[in-house]
């Protein structure tokens, strides 16, 4: 008999002051604040004081349309901001106060994420207009790499391996594509394309080792890849001695909307999920499970856990089961997931 | 707007009655849950983007392809294009959604959809119509807000 252990998701903070719709939250990476954005055109930096969290900067006059995404640096002393606007800004904190002191051009329309690598030498863009734009950052500058077109439709979602220069994307189009740098002659492109789900991918995100990804989509599934090395003892063929991704797992029946967001934490391998129908889930890889064939349970769902859509999801980087979330409802949450 | 009318003649159809106020929708201690003739009466007056005339008359909406699920807060919408290569109904489907998103609590999930098989790019624009984050920008979008409000509003 499986017996699978339920855990609870308390909830510890509401954070209020966005106007309208909060599109994404996103963690320092020391886990000791959180940045947030939304259709009001601002970012939100908060932090605790004493035992609560206390809004501490409201970042303005950076964008003149929503901004859709937030992202720290991985030395948390820049915030990459993606707006509809088709812009996305460089907010650096070398002085006390956050300024805004770069604005990257050069998409045609609404920029849709933002992601660092981890280095912090690399930043990747995405955008409606179907492109991935790659920029080099050297001395605070940010220079244009590369520009990929290689989706067929909007761009919805752009996150780096957590360990090397990979860079994946989720797209309208329904795929997510893998992308890296040719060292010969310096090009970007495409290694690969993850084909399954049947409509918009919303967001991605990799485990801990970077050697499978976690996708979710429009068609109310999340889905689990598995990267396949040259000469992987499965014996799965690799053509053009490049690594392959396979399905390995497909969790559907749990969604009842379209899900926006997904995030595998990098601590507990626990998975969190952000849905249309307002409910946050956590998903677990079983003890047993086969690594070419693996199982995962849902072991939480927060029913209402917002009053409307919930737009994003990040587990804290640094502690254990604190997660924040997102939501058209206005509000950022703080969460506690334990077992 | 296109200079020519791509539906030169459309047919007309009938516009229904009001609706009739029962005393059971003027008791106060009733709660009155949303219906689809409610639903109905938020739409039926929007604007055609070619024709003076409104979503009623050219039969796009009708009550009867109107879901509401109060308990699930969920309402679907169908409309149907007067022609099946109608390049304004995805204008059309964003005027009634807006029309809904401002009327309703912010509670409903929304779904406006063509109804099956009367549009040759049917999925296409569905699709576009479920995608949140393009409707929020297209609803950025000064100009294409205009053109919207002058279908919604109501003569």
Not at chain 2, 61 to 64: F, G, I, K, P
């Given at each position: 008999m499986l017996i699978i252990t339920m855990g609870t998701l308390e909830l510890k903070q509401i954070l209020t002051g966005h106007k309208g719709r909060v599109w994404n939250v996103c963690w320092h990476p020391k886990g000791t604040s959180i940045a947030s954005c939304g259709e009001d055109k601002t970012i939100r930096i908060w932090a605790p004081e004493g035992s609560k969290w206390a809004m501490k900067t409201i970042l303005t006059e950076?964008?003149?349309?929503?901004?859709r995404e937030v992202a720290w640096s991985p030395c948390g002393s820049h915030i990459a901001s993606a707006s509809f606007d088709a812009t996305t800004a460089i907010w650096d904190k070398s002085s006390s106060e956050f300024e805004c002191n770069a604005t990257l051009e050069g998409h045609e329309?609404?920029?849709?994420s933002v992601s660092w690598s981890k280095s912090g030498q690399l930043l990747a863009t995405c955008s409606r207009d179907k492109s991935v734009w790659v920029w080099e950052v050297t001395d605070g500058e940010y220079e244009c790499a590369a520009v990929i077109n290689a989706h067929t439709q909007d761009v919805k979602k752009v996150r780096w391996h957590p360990q090397e220069d990979i860079l994946a994307s989720a797209s309208y189009d329904d795929t997510v594509k893998i992308f890296k740098e040719d060292?010969?002659?310096?090009d970007w492109s495409c290694i690969a394309t993850l084909s399954s789900?049947?409509?918009?991918?919303w967001s991605l995100s990799f485990n801990s080792t970077g050697d499978r990804l976690a996708t979710c989509s429009d068609d109310q599934t999340v889905k689990i890849w598995q990267e396949y090395k040259p000469g992987n003892n499965a014996g799965v063929p690799t053509p053009n001695n490049e690594s392959v991704w396979k399905c390995v797992c497909t969790l559907s029946?749990?969604?009842?909307?379209?899900?926006y967001d997904i995030d595998w934490c990098k601590i507990t391998g626990l998975i969190a999920t952000a849905c249309g129908d307002d409910i946050i889930r956590i998903f677990r890889e079983e003890d047993?499970?086969?690594?070419?064939?693996p199982s995962f349970n849902m072991v939480c769902a927060a029913d209402d856990a917002h009053t409307q859509d919930v737009n994003s999801v990040q587990w804290n980087p640094a502690v254990p089961g604190q997660l924040a979330s997102a939501s058209d409802d206005g509000q950022v949450k703080i969460w506690f997931y334990s077992e | 707007m296109a200079d020519t009318l791509e539906n030169i003649n459309p047919k007309l159809y009938k516009k229904i009655d009001d609706r009739q106020v029962t005393a059971d929708d003027e008791n106060e201690d009733i709660v009155d849950e949303f219906d689809s003739r409610e639903i109905f009466d938020l739409i039926r007056n929007i604007n055609d983007p070619e024709h003076p005339l409104t979503l009623e008359e050219l039969n796009i909406?009708?009550?009867?392809l109107i879901e509401v699920d109060n308990e699930k807060n969920k309402i679907n919408v169908q409309f149907t294009p007067?022609?099946?290569?109608?390049?304004m109904v995805t204008l059309i489907g964003l005027s009634i959604c807006t029309q809904l998103l401002r009327a309703l609590p912010a509670r409903f999930k929304i779904n406006v959809q063509i109804k099956?098989?009367?549009?040759?790019?049917e999925s296409a624009v569905n699709k576009q119509l479920a995608d949140k984050e393009r409707i929020a920008a297209a609803l950025e979008n000064g100009y294409l807000v205009e053109v919207i409000n002058q279908c919604v509003f109501i003569k």
């Open positions: 950076g964008h003149t349309r929503t901004v329309n609404e920029v849709k060292l010969a002659d310096s789900h049947t409509s918009t991918v029946g749990y969604h009842t909307r379209t899900i047993d499970s086969d690594p070419n064939q | 909406v009708e009550q009867s007067t022609i099946p290569h109608c390049s099956p098989g009367t549009h040759s790019s």
